[in-house]
């Protein structure tokens, strides 16, 4: 019989899966107390695990767990020393007196007990004195892999703080020092090395019941381009706003990046890059590698597992897009989610404008995934407000890339996607050229080239409108075709203004404007709520609009007043709980939810589905 103690227990966990490990110290601990004559039981936490609190799985399983008081398997079979480091469990100074007593942390803590919320208060207090953002995002990131429960409250109750912090547009300079400020891994690693094993790779990763995947292959990483393996940032932060905003719990995400190679010079040369050394891999070797991806994630996590592309290149943004939208559940954020945010704005902003969506006229500077993705999704909708025929509402967009406005001339050398958007008009090279001819009532940038709307371009746009809208979407800030203060000060106070990251308000001629932002994550993270209880099987357009107008009807007129045409991030959550509502119920009246019976009320539903950050007492 293996001796019970310390050591061995500390060297079997060490080696062993939660499962297997659980089940042989049960039995062990067992069968030493039957032999002395005693009783014995454990309290265990089942590693079921549903996507919220208290409401059935959509895979069928058990996901009561948010309220469950139990004693984590950690606890039970090694010591209080491992709990204190496993970030799903450790609650630090938050372990009460009695928590103490049972699970062997007298000495391994200070003496005090904090509350979660002084806990909170602390650590707000500590990160309010880094000048730095990338510090504040390092920091973010320990507290994370330090105590789970803790970060996801502070990112809740702090999120329009926090939000530039852990994602856009910290995230971008994060990845550009991946290598540098690398410690832990976090979230997946697949490269060429795995070709013939993916599915076992998947399996290595310690949650089973996954049902978001946001994975990159770094080749586009926000407007940074080319990032490789360091583009691991990006769904890491992805997911940790699906947490935080979306209430999907933190061990159903999982962060994938796919390293192909890279053809950035300086990584390649950079001795503390953590990827591949050597150049992308294209064509059939990379096209085999994503098909053996995409079957192996649908093999070993199910039909219903939502796959969200992030950053890819325009080529293969599009071309996976299409391949697996009718065989997989898919989503691409570039495309579809900016989309989706943009549309929700402009059907906002029209109670600033007036008119309908057929009434203006959109002009784009940027046609790749955004900008095509964006104004694809405007042309659904007025198609579907007036029933015109989607050819025909293309008419009313614009669109200029790096050889300037896109026409009919021009249609035999366009890449395919910007095929559906060359219409008669002479050939124009200049984007102030361009606003000139066209006079379009909404500029949109989504070139990821700064300070491309120029003084003449803001003062063109604004001789013809009474209100120009002015949608500088690109990331990060340096990359913003202008700041927010520049278009109020070129527009005399008159453009609607949101730009892709963060502004600070603006004074001009007395009057403070507050700038909106154009975050993707107003929608995604409601998105994905809405897929995933509703059981949906695949990601249909009408989804996208219904997103649309389930967050265009969240901004209040005290809203309006500032000139924003998005609600604030405070209340976020609700927010997401309405967008998922909203998607679900398009699931189910297209036929594409697996969930059955419908919920009656889908808002409460959501709600109740979403994970909750406070600790859980253990006994």
Not at 262 to 283: M, V
């Amino acid at each position: 019989m293996i001796p019970l103690n310390r050591s061995n227990i500390l060297k079997v966990v060490g080696v062993e899966r939660r499962r297997v490990v659980r089940k042989f110290f049960v039995a062990l601990m067992e069968k030493t107390v039957k032999m002395n004559g005693g009783d014995y039981s454990v309290v265990e936490e089942e590693s079921k695990a549903g996507f919220g609190g208290g409401v059935e799985d959509v895979y069928g399983e058990d996901s009561a767990t948010e309220d469950q008081l139990v004693t984590p398997w950690t606890v039970s079979v090694a010591s209080g020393y491992t709990l204190l480091r496993d970030p799903h469990h450790n609650k630090g100074l938050g372990f009460n007196e009695k928590e103490r007593d049972a699970h062997y942390l007298r000495g391994l803590l200070p003496p005090a007990v904090f509350t979660q919320e002084l806990q909170e208060k602390k650590l707000m207090h500590n990160l309010r004195k880094y000048d730095v953002p990338l510090h504040r995002y390092m920091a973010m990131m320990d507290l994370q892999e330090r105590n789970e429960r803790l970060f996801y409250k502070l990112l809740i109750d702090n999120v329009e703080e926090l939000l530039p912090v852990v994602y856009t547009p910290t995230v971008g300079e994060a990845c550009q020092k991946y290598g540098s400020i690398f410690s832990r891994p976090q979230g997946l690693y697949i490269s060429l090395k795995e070709k013939g094993k993916i599915l076992e790779v998947l399996k290595n990763w310690p949650e089973k019941s996954i049902q978001v995947i946001v994975v990159t292959d770094g080749e586009r990483i926000l407007g940074l381009g080319d990032l490789g393996c360091q583009g691991m940032g990006i769904p890491v932060g992805k997911l940790s706003l699906y947490t935080a905003l979306g209430g999907i719990r933190p061990s159903a995400c999982l962060p994938v990046t796919i390293d192909v190679g890279t053809n950035n010079e300086q990584l390649l040369k950079d001795e503390f890059y953590i990827g591949l050394r050597h150049k992308r891999a294209t064509g059939q070797e990379y096209a085999e590698l994503l098909d053996e991806f995409m079957n192996a994630v649908k093999q070993n996590y199910g039909e219903k597992v939502l796959v969200q592309f992030e950053d890819f290149a325009n080529h293969n943004a599009f071309e996976l897009l299409s391949r697996y939208r009718s065989t997989h559940l898919v989503f691409n954020d570039d495309i579809q989610g900016t989309a989706s945010v943009v549309l929700a704005g402009l059907i906002a902003a029209l109670k600033l404008v007036g008119g309908t969506l057929a009434d203006h006229t959109f002009l784009f500077l940027g046609a790749g995934e955004a900008g095509t993705g964006i104004a694809e999704l405007i042309a659904l909708e007025i198609s579907k407000q007036t029933k015109a025929p989607l050819e025909e509402t293309r008419k009313k967009i614009w669109l200029v890339d790096s050889r300037g406005l896109i026409v009919s001339s021009r249609k035999e050398s366009l890449q395919h996607f910007k095929k559906p958007w060359a219409h008669e008009h002479e050939p124009v090279k200049a984007l102030l050229d361009a606003v000139k001819a066209i006079k379009p009532t909404v500029l949109i940038g989504s070139s990821g080239v700064g300070k491309t709307f120029t003084k003449e371009v803001v003062e063109a746009m604004s001789s013809f409108n009474k209100k120009p809208l002015i949608l500088a979407l690109s990331n990060p800030t340096s990359q913003s075709e202008c700041t927010a203060e520049e278009a109020y000060t070129w527009s005399k106070g008159r453009a609607i203004f949101a730009s892709g990251s963060p502004f600070d308000p603006v004074e001009y001629d007395g009057k403070v404007f507050v700038p909106g932002q154009a975050n993707n994550a107003y929608i995604f993270p409601g998105f994905g709520l809405g897929l995933i209880i509703s059981g949906a099987i695949r990601v249909h357009d009408d989804m996208l609009l219904a997103a649309s107008e389930a967050l265009a009807v969240q901004v209040a007129q005290e809203n309006f007043d500032k000139g924003l045409i998005y609600p604030p991030f405070t209340n976020i959550r609700k927010i997401s709980a309405h967008i998922a509502a909203k998607v679900a119920a398009k699931a189910y009246e297209l036929g594409l939810a697996s969930r059955l019976p419908r919920p009656k009320d889908l808002v409460k539903y959501a709600e109740s589905c979403m994970y909750s950050p406070i600790y859980r007492s253990y006994r």
